[in-house]
């Protein structure tokens, strides 16, 4: 046994405790607070398991990062040879063939309209990097994104989401971005008319809420871009890589946009990846002289390891037919899981693609005493009545699609069995029902919850 496996050994059944002292003691709060304190041991493909050995079914997915499965053998091998060969990574004054192996693989895969990788750490950094290379290449300054979009917690990216939750209290934020509705093409003319736009950046499916695009939109995005010589940005950082049964989700939509931001699942869940792909005009309008040879990226973003694991990546998903599958399973899911809709007084709608897969909740028909306090006390938080006994009673690891929304949200990685989406819609029908009858001990959890999550009121600083 080695240092790290004595060190875990020793410390692990402290990992609650040390995070709330050195780390973020608010979420380890909400974590004992809702019962999703758990004391986890180890991981495998599409399972977690807990120091008493209790097996869960992961439908998380670390947000969408696990799409190969968790602690993927194939992926580890490829990490550790990487690591046996004692490469001259990160030169920095050089170049390597793995980035570029990387590079000529996505591109490979990719649209015909972009023709250039730039390499970063992480997703909200590819979207800067749109952002900040959009704006150089059209000599333009605004930027337009759709409503309930998300694409990242820095600055920029933040700059460009609407969700007060997240943005409100660190205003303000850059100048020059605007939202407009989604899947509205009409007031996306009304902006880009004005010429001035530099992108508009817009998820293929939006994560928040799993909002699907209505027939046409996002190709009318596109047309209306090219017309008005504003840059078609796609943020494929959640829809990527398989995730909605295509490799990237624009494929649905036959989409030859300008800019692609991919990450998360590029990673194989190990050493985090991002990039942006982008169009020859584009890099050509940036990288356009030996002076500007270095106008933007990132010291360890291309380093071997990241490399590694994005090329090992998509050698999985081509060998084990991960796309594939997940377009067969995300079908088999919306067909179990649709008759909710007309089966439960609570269930307003069910929606996927692939297996990025949604449901939502509604007040029942005739109204709801019960439901008007919940909302009341917090907006959204009927699907905790869900998505805590999934967790609690069958194990399973699921999420809210975001703050005030009553949707229940699924990212599984995409090595999920058939037994494994039985496991899942066996424990949600029999959670709904349970949670559509509103009992008093459940609903009293729920509003604890709710009052312990909330944000103290801050004292007013006097002179």
């Given at each position: 046994?080695?240092?790290?496996?004595?060190?875990?050994?020793?410390?692990?059944?402290?990992?609650?405790?040390?995070?709330?002292?050195?780390?973020?003691?608010?979420?380890?709060?909400?974590?004992?607070?809702?019962?999703?304190?758990?004391?986890?041991?180890?991981?495998?493909?599409?399972?977690?398991?807990?120091?008493?050995?209790?097996?869960?079914?992961?439908?998380?997915?670390?947000?969408?990062?696990?799409?190969?499965?968790?602690?993927?053998?194939?992926?580890?091998?490829?990490?550790?040879?990487?690591?046996?060969?004692?490469r001259p990574g990160s030169v920095q004054l050089g170049v390597d063939v793995l980035p570029a192996l990387l590079a000529e693989e996505l591109l490979r895969r990719a649209p015909a309209s972009v023709e250039?990788?730039?390499?970063?750490?992480?997703?909200?950094?590819?979207?800067?990097?749109?952002?900040?290379?959009?704006?150089?290449?059209?000599?333009?300054?605004?930027?337009?994104?759709?409503?309930?979009?998300?694409?990242?917690?820095?600055?920029?990216?933040?700059?460009?989401?609407?969700?007060?939750?997240?943005?409100?209290?660190?205003?303000?934020?850059?100048?020059?971005?605007?939202?407009?509705?989604?899947?509205?093409?009409?007031?996306?003319?009304?902006?880009?008319?004005?010429?001035?736009?530099?992108?508009?950046?817009?998820?293929?499916?939006?994560?928040?809420?799993?909002?699907?695009?209505?027939?046409?939109?996002?190709?009318?995005?596109?047309?209306?871009?090219?017309?008005?010589?504003?840059?078609?940005?796609?943020?494929?950082?959640?829809?990527?890589?398989?995730?909605?049964?295509?490799?990237?989700?624009?494929?649905?939509?036959?989409?030859?946009?300008?800019?692609?931001?991919?990450?998360?699942?590029?990673?194989?869940?190990?050493?985090?990846?991002?990039?942006?792909?982008?169009?020859?005009?584009?890099?050509?309008?940036?990288?356009?002289?030996?002076?500007?040879?270095?106008?933007?990226?990132?010291?360890?973003?291309?380093?071997?390891?990241?490399?590694?694991?994005?090329?090992?990546?998509?050698?999985e998903l081509d060998e084990q037919g991960l796309v594939e599958r997940s377009a067969r399973l995300g079908d088999m899911l919306l067909e179990r899981t649709r008759p909710l809709v007309e089966g439960s007084?609570?269930?307003?709608?069910?929606?996927?693609?692939?297996?990025?897969?949604?449901?939502?909740?509604?007040?029942?028909?005739?109204?709801?005493?019960?439901?008007?306090?919940?909302?009341?006390?917090?907006?959204?938080?009927?699907?905790?009545?869900?998505?805590?006994?999934?967790?609690?009673?069958?194990?399973?690891?699921?999420?809210?699609?975001?703050?005030?929304?009553?949707?229940?949200?699924?990212?599984?990685?995409?090595?999920?069995?058939?037994?494994?989406?039985?496991?899942?819609?066996?424990?949600?029908?029999?959670?709904?029902?349970?949670?559509?009858?509103?009992?008093?001990?459940?609903?009293?959890?729920?509003?604890?919850?709710?009052?312990?999550?909330?944000?103290?009121?801050?004292?007013?600083?006097?002179?």
């Amino acid at each position: 046994m080695g240092w790290l496996s004595e060190l875990v050994e020793q410390r692990g059944a402290e990992a609650l405790d040390l995070h709330a002292q050195t780390i973020n003691p608010q979420f380890v709060k909400l974590l004992r607070t809702i019962g999703f304190d758990r004391r986890w041991a180890r991981a495998e493909g599409a399972y977690l398991w807990d120091d008493e050995g209790n097996r869960y079914l992961d439908m998380l997915g670390g947000f969408g990062m696990f799409n190969v499965g968790r602690n993927n053998p194939r992926v580890r091998e490829a990490l550790v040879e990487a690591l046996e060969l004692e490469r001259p990574g990160s030169v920095q004054l050089g170049v390597d063939v793995l980035p570029a192996l990387l590079a000529e693989e996505l591109l490979r895969r990719a649209p015909a309209s972009v023709e250039r990788v730039l390499f970063t750490s992480s997703g909200t950094e590819a979207v800067e990097a749109a952002l900040k290379l959009g704006r150089a290449a059209t000599g333009r300054r605004r930027v337009l994104s759709a409503e309930q979009g998300f694409h990242g917690l820095t600055l920029g990216a933040l700059s460009a989401n609407t969700s007060p939750e997240f943005a409100s209290r660190f205003a303000p934020l850059l100048p020059g971005f605007s939202q407009v509705p989604w899947n509205d093409l009409e007031a996306l003319e009304q902006e880009l008319a004005r010429e001035d736009v530099a992108l508009f950046i817009v998820e293929p499916v939006q994560g928040k809420g799993v909002n699907l695009p209505a027939e046409g939109y996002l190709a009318g995005a596109q047309e209306l871009c090219r017309r008005y010589g504003t840059l078609f940005c796609v943020d494929e950082v959640q829809t990527g890589f398989g995730r909605t049964g295509k490799l990237f989700a624009l494929e649905h939509w036959g989409l030859e946009p300008d800019l692609v931001t991919v990450a998360k699942s590029l990673s194989g869940g190990y050493v985090p990846v991002g990039a942006l792909l982008m169009s020859a005009e584009v890099y050509d309008g940036v990288f356009d002289s030996l002076p500007n040879a270095v106008s933007h990226g990132s010291t360890f973003a291309p380093n071997d390891l990241a490399m590694v694991a994005g090329l090992a990546t998509l050698r999985e998903l081509d060998e084990q037919g991960l796309v594939e599958r997940s377009a067969r399973l995300g079908d088999m899911l919306l067909e179990r899981t649709r008759p909710l809709v007309e089966g439960s007084r609570v269930v307003r709608d069910v929606r996927g693609l692939g297996l990025m897969w949604a449901i939502e909740f509604e007040e029942p028909e005739g109204g709801s005493r019960t439901w008007k306090l919940l909302e009341r006390i917090q907006p959204g938080l009927f699907s905790q009545l869900v998505v805590v006994p999934l967790f609690r009673d069958h194990r399973i690891l699921s999420q809210v699609a975001g703050h005030g929304l009553n949707v229940l949200k699924a990212l599984p990685p995409l090595v999920v069995t058939d037994d494994d989406l039985d496991w899942f819609v066996s424990a949600l029908e029999e959670t709904v029902t349970k949670a559509e009858r509103m009992p008093r001990a459940l609903v009293r959890f729920a509003l604890q919850a709710a009052r312990a999550g909330r944000a103290p009121r801050r004292r007013p600083v006097r002179a």
